[in-house]
């Protein structure tokens, strides 16, 4: 039995043709119910949805064999007993600095609202700046303008999000794409089956 670990929204919709393609299929009944555990049309293959954050947990515990996450989760998950095994390309955007103006940076400490506390941490501390990470779990952008922050640090796709919220794209911290994660254990216990399927999906990118 192998357990796939994938959660829903952008990634799943784009990983789910990737999956088609190497011959793994999920029902639409399935995708459209309320089950956590989805059968597949193998019978060897279960497919858990779970939130986007908890992929990397699941998958370190040994509860999913393989998982498909997000870099920019990846790094915040620290990936501790896990091995990232292929850049599937999708769900592409870059995780930036941003702010209400260029010279957002202080002589002080710079407080910074994300969700990234880690990279953020990890990409002040490497420039020198002091900062105060403010800790949010969404609508990033309100801080700025609400004075909760002098600047952010967020996925950005488009931009718009940011336009829209008066807010400029300034640093570029790290380009961010879905990778396919695999349990260090599950990797030697069911090496050749979870092989066969990385170079599967592989041959289809
Ligand atoms: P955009 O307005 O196109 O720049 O998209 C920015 C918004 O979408 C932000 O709230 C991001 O958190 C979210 N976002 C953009 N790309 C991704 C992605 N690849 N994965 C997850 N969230 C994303």
């Known amino acids: 039995m192998l357990t796939i670990a994938l959660s829903k929204g952008r990634i799943l919709e784009q990983t789910l ?20 555990i989805l059968d597949t049309n193998l019978e060897d293959i279960k497919v858990i949805i779970i939130r986007a954050t908890d992929v990397p947990v699941f998958v370190q515990h040994g509860a999913a064999d393989i998982g498909i996450a997000g ?23 870059k995780l930036m600095v941003a702010a209400k103006s260029p010279d957002y940076q202080q002589t002080g400490v710079l407080k910074v609202a994300t969700k990234y506390v880690k990279s953020a941490k990890q990409y002040f501390e490497k420039k020198g ?16 303008v609400v004075g909760l922050s002098h600047c952010i640090v967020d996925l950005v796709d488009t931009g718009n999000t940011l336009k829209a ?16 994660v695999v349990n260090s254990a599950s990797f030697k216990t069911k090496n050749t089956v979870i092989k066969a399927w990385i170079k599967a999906i592989e041959k289809n990118l």
């Open 129 to 144: 700046q002091p900062c105060e990470i403010i800790k949010l779990y969404g609508a990033m952008e309100l801080a700025p």
């Open 17 to 36: 043709p990737l999956l088609k393609k190497a011959g793994l299929e999920i029902a639409d009944e399935e995708l459209n119910s309320r089950k956590l």
């Open 165 to 180: 919220n008066g807010l400029i794209p300034l640093d570029h911290i790290v380009d961010i794409s879905s990778r396919l």
């Open 71 to 93: 870099k920019d989760v990846l790094l915040e998950h620290g990936a501790n007993g896990l091995f990232e095994m292929l850049d599937l390309g999708i769900a592409k955007c």
